[in-house]
């Protein structure tokens, strides 16, 4: 953290260069702190690993926000189930239960922002310090049941189990089809095509005034 005093004693801002931050290593995920002020939010910005992702789980007091930098998650929230790609900012109220999985081979990097701080109390209480602002490695089995009562404690429940596979990839092609929706509308409107028979075109009006029609094959109409 990089602090600045002006000279009159005003507020000073504050700011985290790019490649600093307190780093956690939390089950599949690297946890960057870019921002745990007294009263100010608390932002974390996460990577998660694809397929990887978060049981179903309840948040006392936090309603749980973030915006999703890149990679795709399959979501649910109550009786809701969406997908989300990048760009897409998504808030979860606050004793509504919810979980997400990753899709597809890209991690997933989201801005999370809280109003508190008990889901940063719950990183720093489960999970260790990242020695690399890397994906955890390959390590001993987390202690799921000793994890979960840090939860209970930090005001976050886990009630169920995590999105299996193939219930995150029906989700997922919601995503798929929206986009492809959105694509065709990008490209304008589509005109419709004529239904003239093809080989056929219209000759000039005679004398009599009916419009003569061309014989296929022939480059002008006669009369």
């Known amino acids: 953290m990089t602090e600045t005093q002006t000279a009159t004693g005003q507020p000073h801002a504050r700011h985290i260069a790019a490649g600093t931050g307190e780093a956690w290593w939390f089950f599949d995920s690297l946890m960057v702190i870019q921002a745990d002020q007294p ?3 608390v932002i974390v910005e996460a990577t998660v690993a694809p397929g ?6 309840v948040h006392d007091d936090l309603d749980d926000s973030f915006y999703l930098v890149s990679g795709r998650l399959a979501m649910r929230c109550g009786e809701q189930a ?4 990048p ?3 998504v808030a979860l ?4 239960p919810h979980t997400f999985r990753v899709v597809g081979d890209e991690p997933a990097v989201m801005l999370q922002v809280h109003a508190d701080d008990s889901f ?6 489960a999970g260790r310090p990242a020695a690399s602002r890397t994906l955890p490695p390959a390590g001993p ?7 979960f009562r840090i939860a209970a404690d930090t005001g976050q429940p886990v009630i169920g189990p995590p999105r299996s596979e193939e219930e995150a990839a029906r989700v997922a092609g919601l995503l798929r089809v929206t986009a492809a929706r959105l694509e065709r509308r990008a490209s304008g409107p589509i005109r419709p095509t004529s239904r003239r028979r ?3 075109r219209r000759g000039r009006a005679g004398r009599s005034g009916r419009t003569r029609r061309c014989r296929r094959g022939r480059r002008s109409c006669s009369t």
């Open 39 to 41: 009263g100010q939010p």
């Open 52 to 57: 990887g992702g978060a049981p179903l789980h």
């Open 82 to 85: 969406f997908a989300v790609g």
């Open 87 to 89: 760009g897409a900012y």
């Open 93 to 96: 109220p606050r004793g509504v």
């Open 120 to 125: 940063l109390r719950f990183i720093r209480a």
């Open 141 to 147: 089995p987390t202690d799921l049941a000793g994890a």
């Open 198 to 200: 093809p080989g056929l």
